[in-house]
């Protein structure tokens, strides 16, 4: 057994089956820290904890409660036109490498914030976010998994004006405005999944479904990623990565978000991401 892991009202927690949440500082007597920046770096005593649930008793239930993002990156770097059929829709050339930009961490929200619209071109991107929990440099693609510490969901929010507004264009500016980086709900080890490589992913715009694949379809797998970004600089616990997301985008097709629209994202095995444009 793996664990779920969340931060609740900036308390370390675990979630269970059930959906009920269990703040770590308590249910260990003071063991495990109540920091999420802290207790990361122990994912052996999450596990074992999340093992004895059963026998102990939940805060309350995780739907409602102050749920922040699962983890503080460090470095947040992202991978684009990862999907076979975005890069369709989106006019592009598949690429031969991964392409690669960053969003600023400042952008990084929780799972049911805000979205703080700031022009007439946001779109929507629902992506598997991977945390990295032992660094390394040169990580072989065979070892790459035994470096992350867990998957959880994201959006990677985009302004299309700014993004393209200079040739090349700023994919970091463009995806980096405050609020563009709704994170979580939930930090999912790796064995808690049947298969960390084949996750479906969803998006929804009011409800309207515009996005839905499986992570199995991307070009560049989580180990190529892995792998390829640690050929280039040291890894370390805490950066994440934004691992691309599927056709389906609203800017290939004129369609922005707009004050009060809400984007639903979701992620198998992770949770909902739900956030209200304003």
């Keep these: 057994m793996g664990f779920r892991f969340a931060n609740v009202a900036g308390r370390s927690s675990l979630v269970d089956d059930t959906g009920d949440y269990y703040d770590l500082e308590q249910i260990t007597d003071g063991a495990v820290s109540s920091d999420p920046n802290v207790v990361l770096d122990d994912p052996d005593a999450l596990t074992a904890t999340q093992g004895r649930l059963d026998d102990m008793t939940p805060v309350g239930t995780f739907d409602g409660a102050d749920i922040r993002p699962p983890v503080t990156p460090r470095n947040v770097l992202a991978v684009g036109l990862n999907y076979a059929d975005h890069v369709a829709e989106s006019k ?26 700031r022009s007439a071109h946001a779109d929507y991107e629902v992506e598997l976010v991977v945390v990295i929990g032992r660094g390394g440099r040169d990580i072989a693609a065979g070892a790459a998994w035994d470096h992350v510490l867990g998957l959880t969901a994201g959006q990677d929010i985009s302004d299309r ?12 500016l463009g995806k980096s405005r405050d609020t563009y980086g709704p994170l979580g709900p939930t930090l999912v080890s790796p064995d808690m999944f049947a298969d960390p490589t084949d996750l479906a992913l969803t998006c929804a715009i009011n409800g ?71």
């Excluded at 598949?94 to 961490?105: A, G, I, S």
């Excluded at 004006?161 to 970091?172: E, G, I, N």
């Design 161 to 172: 004006a700014l993004q393209f507004a200079a040739k090349p264009p700023h994919f970091d």
């Design 92 to 117: 592009m050339v598949t690429p031969t490498t991964p392409l690669v930009f960053t969003k600023f961490p400042s952008c990084i929200v929780g799972p049911n914030a805000d979205v703080e619209l």
């Design 208 to 278: 309207e479904v515009r996005q839905n694949s499986r992570t199995s379809n991307m070009i560049f797998s989580v180990a190529d990623q892995i792998a390829y970004l640690s050929s280039i600089m040291t890894l370390a616990p805490g950066d994440i990565i934004f691992t691309g997301t599927p056709d389906g985008v609203g800017g290939p097709n004129g369609i922005f978000l707009q004050p009060g629209d809400v984007i639903t994202s979701w992620v198998e095995g992770i949770g909902t991401l739900t956030n209200r444009c304003v």
